[in-house]
Every structure is written in structure tokens, then in C-alpha cells.
């Protein structure tokens, strides 16, 4: 292979699984030392990956233990590639978000109720350390998306908020954090993705908003968060019509260039995932076609990239300038993860320790007031839809009794997803039969999960209804406590 295609191999970043079939790990091998690839972008299985199902990881797949299984992977893959590989995930709350049996960190609308940035910071650094000690370089976070769209069903709660300059704030705290770890950030998805009411995993979304409109909001977080040593940033699959009508952004070479001179941005262009159906809906370009256009367009990093092979002799054919400046890019951004070695790590945070004190700081007020104070032996009566909360109910009994019949009745809800497709998991009757228990006299609703599953919710105008973001056992020990011993609690506003 020739010393230019091996440049353009240093682009590619396919997909691996940690299931996956032998042909597979046969075909990322042959790619490994025959096409020079740059790096691979780690999910846990096919199933989960093409659907944008991080949540909704297959039982058929059997290990004691996943993560030493992905760092074998790692591992394995390293040790025959004659270039250092360049290893990415996508774990905005951390690798539990890809590894089963794993604690799962609060997710970003989570952090995005808080005011002590410190505990952001924790969250970084402890997604980043758990994340370098298995050797992957990226994790494609933080989501800088303004979540102005309380529709959105992609960003939602993967975002801090709503505030432009509340998130610049929380991103900044995540990425230092997750630099302390020994782990370099992306931000993500230019041109801003909060303002949709489509998946780009299954649809192209089209924003109608002038350059104004994404000047006075979306680009707020980037203008504050790029620097001269800002190291990554990911392009979204979405139609921005005011920068480019007739390409979606990460095939788009107006999109890149406004990125890089406008907003000023240096480092290392990394498409999204070029398997998405936002890409591929009402068009007929190969996947071959897509990554040379991307690549053309200006993305350094190729993700999820397919049919590579043909991709190279496409791109073989572009002038050799350009093909010099993305393989900079590429060699520029495993340089500062290289310089990572020398930064100095955070203290040593005990998970349990950051869960625990964590888990107290997030019980928030999703809707109406609560300011009830605690009697002794109040007795409550709970009902329960999804997994039952048992440490909630547990520590509830130290203090108060639980019966049947009860004036204090709290509906519990633990939706079995974090994403609001397809009803949060439960069915529709299920809906319906929460929706029934409102119409009773309640005293209060505990979403053990995430807010936005508040819009499924009717007729609660009168109802005060609380979450704890997570339902893990620590937030559910936290949200007993509070009825034990009451603190001021945030509110979250959509």
C-alpha cells in the first residue's frame, strides 16, 4: 500500500463490538493491517449500536465479564496493528452506558440541576478514568445541544439543559474532569441538535432557523468552549438549512468551514456515525460515496465507517493537500491525548463515596411545589409501575408505615428505558393504567428515571412530582431519606 493510502486509512474509525461475530473481528483485522485504519469506535453489540439502543443491550449475549472482555478486544487489536490505534466510545454517562453490570453515572440533564460544578468535575473525571484504564483515547462527550425543543426524542436528556450559558459552564467542568481522567472530550453535534423533533438514527431533521438564531443560542456553548487546544468536535446528521440547503451538516463543506473559521475552531473534525439512517433515507449513495464526502467536506475521523476498502480509492483520487491536512489532524489529536500523561490526575473519588453524596443532591421538583414537613409513623401507601424501588421502600419503613389504605399515597415509576421511544419501555396500556392511578388522591409522583417521562403524564396539575434521574439504589436511599429529612429541593425546568 502506498504511503497516501495509508494517510487515508488513518481516517477510518469503524465500528467494533464487544460481541461480535469471528467474520467481523476476521474483517476489522484484515482492515487493521492491510488498509491502515486509524482507530476504532467501541459499542457492545450490533443490535444495540444500529438503533441507537444504548439502553437496550441484548440478553443473548453471555460473559461473566464484559469489561475485561473489551479490554482484550483493545488489546488484541492493538497488538497487530502496526500503528498505534486511535480507540473512541460513546459513554456520555459512562461505560455503563455500553457494558452491562456496570453503575451508571448521572446523565447530563442530571448534572444539569446542579449548581456546584464540582461534582460535574467528579462525573468527568470518573468516566474518563474508568475509560483509560481499559485504553480508549475519546469518549465522545460532552452533548453541548441546547435542549430547546422539549420534543426532541435524541438529545432530551443527554443535554444539561436548555440555558446556553449554563452548559458552557457544565461542559467545561465535564471535559476537565474527563481530561483528569486521562480521556479527551468531543463536543457535540455541530451545528446544534437540540432543536429537533427527529432521530437522526432514523430520519434526516431539518432546522428552518437563521444563522442568527443558532448565533443567539446553539453556537453560545462552542464560542465559549473552543480554544486554541479544544481537542474534538463531532458533526450531526440534520438538514441546517440557512448554512447549507442542500447537505446535511456532516457532509457539508459550508457547515466545516464556519466551524473552523467562524467559530474558530483547530482540532480534529470527527463525523457522526455514517451508518445512520439520516444519511442514507430518500438517497442512493453507497456507503463508499458517503465517506468520500464527508471526508471531502472536511472530517478528519470517518465514524462507524463501512465499505472502506472502496472509501480509499475514492478518496485516493482527491488532491494530496487535502489528504495531508486530515492525516494532521488524526496525528494532532493522538498527540494531546499523548500529552494527557503529564496533567495532574483529581483525588481519588470512592464511587460509593461520589454515588451516595450525589444521589442526595439530585432529588429535584419536576413539577408543583413540595413542602411537606415529617410527621413520625406517617403512614404511606405506594404503588409501583416498572422495577419496584425495594431500597426506597426499605428505607421508607425505618421511619414511616407502609399499608394499603393511606391519605399519603405516592405513585412510584421506574420506566424500564431512559429514551422516551416507544413509551420509556412500558406499553401502552401501562400508560394508561399510571394515567388512572393520577385520578386518584395522591400525594406525590416519584419519576425513578428520567423527567421527560413527566410528558406522559396527564391531568396533574394538582400533583407534585419529584425525580431522582437515576433508580439505582443510592438515589433511591437518598429519595427515602428526603421523606425522613427533608432538604430544599431543586426544580428542573423543561
Known sequence: MTALRIKIGQSFMPAAFIHDSED????????????????????????????????????????????????????????????????SID????????????????????????????????????????????GIHINFAPVVDVNSNPNNPVIGFRSFGNDPDHISLQAEAFMNGMRAGGVLPCLKHFPGHGDTDLDSHHHLPVIQKSLADFEASDWIPYRKLITENTEAVMIAHLLATSIDHQNPSSLSKKTIDLLQTSLGFKGTVF?????????????????????????????????????IPEAINLISKCDQELINSRYQSVQRLKEKHSALKNKKELPTYNID??????????????????????????????????????????ELKKAHKLEGASSKKILCIQPPQLRPAG????????????????????????????????????????????????????????CANHFIHPQTLGKFNF
Open 24 to 87: 467481523h473481528m476476521s474483517y476489522l483485522e484484515e482492515l487493521i493491517r492491510d488498509y491502515h485504519i486509524g482507530g476504532l469506535c467501541f459499542f457492545h453489540s450490533r443490535q444495540s449500536a444500529a438503533a441507537n439502543k444504548a439502553d437496550q443491550k441484548s440478553n443473548e449475549f453471555e460473559h461473566k465479564n464484559e469489561l475485561q472482555l473489551l479490554r482484550e478486544k483493545i488489546e488484541h487489536f492493538q497488538s497487530i496493528s502496526k500503528t498505534p490505534l486511535f480507540i
Open 271 to 307: 463525523s457522526d456515525a455514517l451508518n445512520m439512517k439520516a444519511l442514507k433515507i430518500n438517497n442512493t449513495k453507497t456507503n463508499a460515496q458517503l465517506c468520500f464526502e464527508a471526508y471531502e467536506a472536511g472530517c478528519d475521523f470517518l465514524c462507524f465507517a463501512e465499505d
Open 353 to 394: 463515596d461520589y454515588h451516595a453524596q450525589i444521589a442526595s443532591k439530585l432529588i429535584t421538583i419536576i413539577d408543583g411545589e413540595y413542602n411537606w414537613k415529617p410527621e413520625s409513623n406517617t403512614t404511606f401507601s405506594l404503588k409501583y409501575f416498572g422495577e419496584v424501588p425495594e431500597y426506597f421502600e426499605r
Open 91 to 134: 459513554a456520555e454517562w459512562g461505560l455503563a452506558m455500553r457494558v452491562r453490570n456496570l453503575k451508571l453515572f448521572p446523565y447530563a440533564t442530571a448534572l444539569g440541576t446542579l449548581n456546584d460544578l464540582k461534582y460535574i468535575e467528579q462525573t468527568g473525571y470518573l468516566c474518563g478514568k474508568e475509560c483509560a484504564e481499559l
Open 423 to 478: 413509551n420509556f419501555g412500558f406499553d401502552q396500556t401501562e400508560i394508561e393504567d399510571i394515567n388512572k392511578q393520577i385520578q386518584q388522591s395522591l400525594h406525590c409522583i416519584i419519576i425513578f428515571g428520567n423527567p421527560y417521562f413527566i410528558q406522559k403524564l396527564r391531568n396533574i396539575e394538582d400533583v407534585t412530582v419529584l425525580c431522582t434521574f437515576l433508580g439505582q439504589k443510592d438515589y433511591q436511599i437518598a
